[in-house]
């Protein structure tokens, strides 16, 4: 069931604390263009069938990415497409989008949507995952 477009803008408002709701909409937009460019198959689809229908078409018809991005260039590339952005805002940016995409998509989808992605995006997902047995918090 996907979520309502209403209820993921109001989320990625309230988490981006951005002062409206059309910032919360380009933020989305931006990072979820980018997103799609690295998703294949299935995982991309199974997303987009989570996400309000404006954000899963955009997930479905991505910016191309040449390569998979690592997740500071990631970062770096959403801060490219906004205008006005700064690295720090679009990590805030990034992290906002993404952790409602995972709240919208599930512990276990959101899962195979990472073993997609290059090393990293856990954290701007909002979802640290210790996979280092000799990592500490």
Do not use: C, K
Not at 18 to 39: F, I, K, N, Q, W
């Amino acid at each position: 069931m996907a979520m309502h477009w209403d209820v993921f803008l109001d989320r990625v408002q309230e988490r981006g604390e951005y002062p409206s709701r059309a910032e919360a909409d380009r933020a989305a937009r931006t990072v979820l263009a980018l997103l799609g460019a690295h998703l294949v198959g299935e995982v991309r689809a199974e997303l987009a069938a989570r996400l309000p229908e404006t954000f899963a078409l955009i997930l479905l018809n991505p910016l191309q990415a040449a390569e998979p991005l690592s997740a500071e260039r990631f970062v770096r590339a959403t801060a490219a497409w906004i205008e006005g952005a700064t690295e720090r805002t679009a990590a805030w940016d990034v992290g906002a989008v993404l952790s409602v995409a995972a709240d919208a998509a599930g512990e276990e989808l959101t899962r195979q949507v990472l073993l997609q992605l290059p090393p990293g995006y856990d954290l701007l997902f909002g979802r640290p995952q210790d996979t280092d047995p000799g990592h500490s918090p």
